[in-house]
């Protein structure tokens, strides 16, 4: 997916003829801490509200400051991953978009990309999760959907979360089954390490284990 797909409707821009006190205006009202610069529909940079605090004039208009354009974007065509890849490096709040003239296209907020990830990794969709360990040498993704599927369970979508210090990857398995206990038992059999297992099964027992423990502790 194009970055360029994610672009919220809701975030404002400023021009040069606006003031920093507008600005603060804006972004309180949007809940944001940034915003882009406008010069007719070229992109001049990204305003901080940190920055904007600092002014001694707040009714100074952008064109009558001096202002250090700080000018992080994403060409349109850009992969929406590597639009995370900004927003994180730059520590942003809402990333804008451009064209190959520099031509403004939109904004994309945090909010947009968490949407998109949550989307990706099916995390709103009903089943079980199971993080295994396994180093960087042994792992095969093709043995991992195997066993899964021999179990008649589908996999939805892994991440991985890779330690350079270690060589050890973390792999996320987000499932469409909440009982993965014969996955598990497949898995640590293999010689996989599960780390966590969020599963109907297991959420039962712990209710079940927070019960017994209450009921302990009232007898008491």
Sequence with gaps: MFIQDLISPNVPTLSLADSAEKAIHL???YHLTQLPLLNKNKYLGLISEDELLDWDDTEL???NAHVNYFKP???HETHAYNGVKIMIESKLNVLPVVDEQENYKGSVTQENFLQYLANGTQSMENGGVVVVEATQFNYSLSQISRIFESENVNILSILVHANPSDNLL?????TN?????AVVATLERLNYV???NYSEHNDNEDLKSNFEGLMNYLKV
Excluded: C, N, P, S
Excluded at 177 to 181: C, I, P
């Design 170 to 174: 973390q792999l996320t398995i987000k």
């Design 194 to 196: 599960v780390i966590e």
């Design 73 to 75: 974007a994403a060409l």
């Design 177 to 181: 089954k909440q009982d993965l206990r």
């Design 27 to 29: 972004m309180q009202d």
């Design 61 to 63: 208009t952008f064109a």
